[in-house]
């Protein structure tokens, strides 16, 4: 059930980040359901052919985010409300854009100006992720 | 405490024009080490040393619980070592070297070692000198995997390999640590596959180990930050930095012990952060080895 994870060489970000981003893929996509068991680390370092230190550190910090759970011995599930550590990360993202728009208040950007920008910025790391 | 695969303590060997110099080493059983440095930095020394095939002038080796060289008889049951300079017979089939090793190792599986021709491309009943670089590299890693080892020491199992062949070897690598008792130490020049595969980093060069880590630790240390320096100002290297270079108002900075603080201290300084950048292994590879040979040179 790992087959179709995706690590590449050419994304800049580190191998434990895109696990990360697969496995709440699946959870946001209803995949991976609630309470679902999932590969042990081992199990998908091997399927995934990276290190198990690199599968621990994905599946660590996606417990500290409330995705999953691991038992010791038992292996490790989606969490029973995988939607809260989604939910903290969408509370993430409203903070960094009011952030960003008390910053454009301090430059004088005006509100359709920053509308602009962030459609830059998207066409800026669309690129990049093509590359 | 958790077992070591392989333990080496202050480990020195002398050669007229080279010195391994005080080489400390721990790989935990279950484990993949991906030794790198450049050419002629020891790799190779340091692996004969712990195979017993060099004697080291100084220092302790324990490979799975044997002191080597002492006990080096007793240990090469377990360990399975593959380098590019071992020579198969040029005359013989690939069948023959599989009986062969099978009559010496009664471990031998021979129903891995069939998967193994399969999944390599090979044909048992060709002689070795027929055989492609390529399948010479895939032939004897398969007649050291089939002897399923609990230690794997490999002299850069994929050099000079096209991509499916690389691919392949690294699959059967990462499929020995589905059983948690078995370690895998391998040096290479592709960075790329240290970096997708160990699970700790050791870096030497110049016959000293610079670093030895958890590769997760390891990379996260490093950082590229590009920042933008206020007008007639030349930044500063803080604390962590081990390189900067700045053009202008432009400067690249690179970390070795990248905290989040050292972004704040730089903009404290009145400089704008630009970016940070993760950075590939390829690329500390060659940050640490100027930057530790300047070291040597001040």
Do not use: C
């Amino acid at each position: 059930m790992s087959n179709a994870f995706v690590i590449s060489q050419s994304d800049k970000r580190p191998i434990y980040l895109q696990i990360m981003e697969q496995i709440k893929q699946r959870v946001a996509i209803g995949d991976w359901t609630e309470g679902q068991a999932i590969p042990s680390i081992r199990q998908l370092a091997v399927d995934l052919q990276v290190s198990v230190i690199t599968v621990k550190r994905a599946y660590l910090e996606l417990e500290r985010e409330g995705v999953i759970v691991t038992q010791q011995g038992k292996g490790s599930r989606i969490s029973p409300n995988p939607g809260l550590g989604i939910r903290l990360q969408q509370q993430e993202l409203q903070k960094h854009l009011e952030q960003a728009i008390r910053l454009s208040a301090l430059l004088g950007i005006q509100p359709e100006e920053l509308e602009g920008r962030l459609r830059e910025a998207n066409d800026n790391v669309a690129a990049k992720e093509q590359k | 405490m958790t077992d070591l695969a392989i333990q080496l303590n202050a480990v020195m060997k002398k050669y007229r024009y080279f010195t391994l110099d005080n080489i400390d080493l721990q790989l935990p059983a279950g484990q993949i080490m991906g030794l790198i440095g450049p050419n002629g930095a020891g790799k190779s020394t340091t692996i004969r040393i712990l195979l017993g095939l060099i004697h080291q002038d100084q220092g302790d080796v324990q490979v799975l619980g044997h002191r080597m060289p002492a006990e080096q008889v007793a240990a090469k049951w377990d360990i399975g070592f593959a380098s590019e300079d071992m020579r198969l017979y040029e005359g013989m089939t690939l069948d023959w070297h599989m009986s062969f090793i099978r009559s010496i190792y009664p471990k031998w599986d021979a129903a891995y070692s069939q998967l193994l021709l399969k999944r390599f491309g090979l044909r048992a009943q060709q002689k070795i000198k027929g055989f492609s670089h390529g399948q010479r590299v895939k032939a004897t890693l398969l007649l050291v995997l089939a002897r399923r080892p609990q230690l794997l020491v490999l002299d850069e199992p994929t050099t000079g390999l096209d991509p499916v062949a690389r691919h392949e070897i690294l699959r059967e690598l990462t499929a020995v640590m589905t059983d948690e008792g078995r370690s895998i130490l391998f040096s290479s020049h592709n960075t790329q596959d240290v970096e997708q595969i160990s699970d700790q980093i050791t870096f030497i060069d110049r016959g000293r180990i610079i670093d030895s880590m958890d590769k997760e630790a390891y990379l996260d240390r490093w950082r590229r930050l590009r920042l933008e320096a206020p007008s007639g100002i030349e930044l500063p290297a803080l604390p962590g930095i081990i390189n900067i270079r700045q053009t202008g108002r432009l400067a690249v900075a690179t970390a070795n012990a990248f905290v989040p603080d050292l972004a704040n201290a730089y903009e404290n300084t009145g400089a704008r952060v630009q970016s940070v950048e993760n950075m590939t292994l390829e690329e500390i590879f060659v940050a640490n080895v100027e930057h530790s040979r300047e070291e040597v040179e001040v």
